[in-house]
């Protein structure tokens, strides 16, 4: 079975610093897909990225990037110029290209300092 | 604008009592997930519907079950509810088959059993 494990319950970043956010997963198969979601106090889940693992490029949203390495099994999430309002839990998710469950790691929690 | 509702943001009900939640969505996808949160545990998969009356044990179906008789809605029910399972439940919804997409959450139901 895929896992998922997010090591950093907690973290903390000044405003307008960088920030990386780990994420570790362990499957024995090719084709998936890899995500960061996140969940604001309010507590509606968005997508920030996503990763398809058949695309070497790293994925890119603006401020939002992530660091793929497919054979260390590795998907960590970059905030660069952190913002008040990336405060938030952060959950990794992986989804198999053959079921369309998707499995969440445990989650950081982000805070930014002004 | 897409759309992921749930019928209750807070709900207090008592031991024994047998509970529904429910959720729809508005963007006809085939994938419908109910998920449990829980602090330090992150999202766990309860149960997975892949379309009209088709549904999946996730990792933690234990005492609860779940009905989909249309395509839009997917209910959660707690046979009897107990007070382990007070908790913060979320609803998603995906496309079926399209592993790059993304899972659509609802606001979220703070369950309370007392």
């Known amino acids: 079975a895929q896992t998922v494990t997010q090591s950093q319950p907690e973290m903390s970043v000044q405003e307008a610093e960088t920030v990386t956010l780990s994420c570790t997963y362990d499957t024995s198969e090719s084709d998936y897909y890899l995500f960061w979601y996140k969940q604001p106090p309010s507590r509606q889940m968005i997508l920030v990225i996503r990763?398809?693992?058949?695309?070497?490029q790293n994925a890119t949203e603006n401020r939002f990037s992530v660091n793929f390495q497919k054979a260390a099994k590795s998907f960590s999430l970059k905030i660069s110029d952190s913002q008040l309002g990336d405060a938030a839990m952060y959950f990794c998710?992986?989804?198999?290209?053959?079921?369309?469950?998707?499995?969440f790691g445990k989650g950081t929690r982000l805070h930014i300092l002004p | 604008d897409v759309k992921v509702t749930q019928s209750s943001r807070y709900l207090v009900k008592r031991t024994g009592e047998k509970v529904f939640l429910e959720c729809v969505q508005d963007m006809d996808h085939e994938n419908m997930f109910w998920y449990r949160q829980d602090p330090g545990l992150g999202l766990r998969l309860i149960y997975f519907s892949y379309d009209v009356k088709m549904k999946e044990k996730g990792d933690i179906p234990e005492g609860y079950s779940v009905s989909r008789e249309k395509k839009e809605r997917f209910s959660l029910i707690l046979e009897s509810a107990s007070t382990n399972q007070t908790s913060m439940y979320l609803c998603?919804?995906?496309?079926?088959?399209?592993?790059?997409?993304?899972?659509?959450f609802g606001q979220g139901t703070r369950l309370t059993v007392v």
């Open positions: 990763q398809e693992a058949y695309k070497q």
């Open positions: 998603a919804s995906s496309l079926g088959g399209q592993g790059n997409t993304e899972a659509f």
């Open positions: 998710a992986y989804r198999s290209g053959g079921d369309d469950k998707i499995i």
